[in-house]
């Protein structure tokens, strides 16, 4: 999971940085927001955490720069403490919000649940669920038709599908649907993912060369479209 931090203080990017690592998630450092938002446009991230009062760009800016092009998950930073801060926080598109002094520790804890809730917080999918795009996911039998026809998907496959079908319209990063598919502890090469999708879209689009079902967001990752025809 690759993570972007973007604080002007070397210290509380340095302690976070080797936290976070120490935890397995592959950690980017900004000091200002022209840098982070350079850094966010040319790399796929899985979750931002800003520092509100940073120079010349601050939190918030980047915050609504962020949620024009993407819904990556957002933790704000800051020494304000007044209500009004973080609700304007949070009204922007912001997932959490910690107050400094904060324990590294707690922002870990705080990294995972917004991972999780992120992941998880769309409604389950029903027993079995037709897309206008011709798609039927049957989560009892595990099956999977395309205009009535079964298509045969490997376990792996199936997880990677119903994760962008519970999600549609959604970008999912690589780093995300290989937590959904193989857990935080995955320790390989998250592009094994592009292996998995260009499979699914050999066995579900018409085209695959030009899929109209798993889209290519560049930079960023995959999103489900579920009106468009295989």
């Not at 899985?46 to 939190?59: A, F, Q, T, V």
């Not at 704000?76 to 922007?92: F, N, P, Q, Y």
């Not at 993912?193 to 967001?217: F, G």
């Given at each position: 999971?690759?993570?972007?931090?973007?604080?002007?203080?070397?210290?509380?990017?340095?302690?976070?940085?080797?936290?976070?690592?120490?935890?397995?998630?592959?950690?980017?450092?900004?000091?200002?927001?022209?840098?982070?938002?350079?850094?966010?446009?040319?790399?796929?991230?899985?979750?931002?955490?800003?520092?509100?009062?940073?120079?010349?760009?601050?939190?918030?800016?980047?915050?609504?720069?962020?949620?024009?092009?993407?819904?990556?998950?957002?933790?704000?930073?800051?020494?304000?403490?007044?209500?009004?801060?973080?609700?304007?926080?949070?009204?922007?598109?912001?997932?959490?919000?910690?107050?400094?002094?904060?324990?590294?520790?707690?922002?870990?804890?705080?990294?995972?649940?917004?991972?999780?809730?992120?992941?998880?917080?769309?409604?389950?999918?029903?027993?079995?669920?037709?897309?206008?795009?011709g798609l039927t996911i049957d989560n009892i039998?595990?099956?999977?038709?395309?205009?009535?026809?079964?298509?045969?998907?490997?376990?792996?496959?199936?997880?990677?599908?119903?994760?962008?079908?519970?999600?549609?319209?959604?970008?999912?990063?690589?780093?995300?649907?290989?937590?959904?598919?193989?857990?935080?502890?995955?320790?390989?090469?998250?592009?094994?993912?592009?292996?998995?999708?260009?499979?699914?879209?050999?066995?579900?689009?018409?085209?695959?060369?030009?899929?109209?079902?798993?889209?290519?967001?560049?930079?960023?990752?995959?999103?489900?479209?579920?009106?468009?025809?295989?």
């Amino acid at each position: 999971m690759r993570i972007l931090l973007v604080d002007d203080e070397k210290k509380i990017t340095t302690v976070l940085k080797a936290y976070l690592q120490q935890e397995g998630f592959q950690v980017s450092t900004a000091i200002n927001g022209l840098v982070a938002i350079t850094m966010f446009k040319e790399n796929p991230y899985d979750l931002l955490i800003l520092d509100l009062m940073l120079p010349g760009m601050s939190g918030t800016e980047i915050c609504r720069e962020v949620r024009k092009i993407s819904s990556v998950p957002i933790i704000m930073l800051t020494a304000k403490v007044e209500e009004e801060d973080r609700i304007e926080g949070l009204s922007i598109g912001a997932d959490d919000y910690i107050t400094k002094p904060f324990s590294p520790r707690e922002v870990v804890a705080r990294v995972r649940a917004v991972l999780r809730r992120v992941n998880n917080e769309t409604t389950p999918l029903a027993d079995v669920i037709s897309y206008d795009n011709g798609l039927t996911i049957d989560n009892i039998q595990y099956e999977i038709k395309l205009h009535d026809q079964e298509i045969s998907l490997t376990p792996t496959e199936f997880k990677i599908l119903g994760a962008l079908a519970k999600h549609p319209g959604r970008v999912l990063s690589r780093g995300q649907l290989v937590e959904i598919v193989q857990g935080h502890n995955f320790e390989g090469d998250d592009r094994v993912i592009d292996a998995h999708i260009k499979k699914i879209r050999q066995k579900i689009e018409i085209t695959p060369s030009e899929p109209k079902i798993i889209l290519t967001v560049y930079g960023m990752g995959y999103k489900f479209n579920p009106n468009a025809g295989g």
